[in-house]
């Protein structure tokens, strides 16, 4: 599975983005998707993950502010992020899970600054 991650850039708190992830390759039996961030010294953090029924899961931190959503026939998933903080500043990276093994898409930069 080929992963193209986009949308990334720079955003005042409070601002809005939407992440783009569009799938390629071996994507039949994709059972998941989903969004994972790093901030430079800290883990790679699960940010928010769709299955293939719809399914969805979400950090705390994000809970209310951020969507995850999965167009099948475009093989995409998205990220929709709402009032965000300096503190989601990241590189975003997509993830996709297909028959155990994971993909990883490049990583897209997101700066939350004034």
């Known amino acids: 599975v080929q992963l193209q991650a986009s949308g990334g850039g720079l955003v005042q708190p409070g601002g809005s983005l939407r992440l783009s992830c569009a799938a390629s390759g071996s994507i039949f039996s994709i059972s998941s998707m989903g969004w994972y961030r790093q901030v430079p010294g800290k883990q790679r953090e699960l940010v928010a993950t769709v299955n293939s029924g719809g399914s969805t899961y979400y950090v705390d931190s994000v809970k209310g502010r951020f969507t995850i959503s999965r167009d099948n026939p475009k093989n995409t998933v998205y990220l929709q992020m709402n009032s965000l903080k300096s503190e989601d500043t990241a590189v975003y990276y997509c993830?996709?899970?297909?028959?155990?093994?994971?993909?990883w898409g490049q990583g897209t930069q997101l700066t939350v600054s004034s």
């Open positions: 993830n996709a899970v297909r028959r155990g093994s994971s993909s």
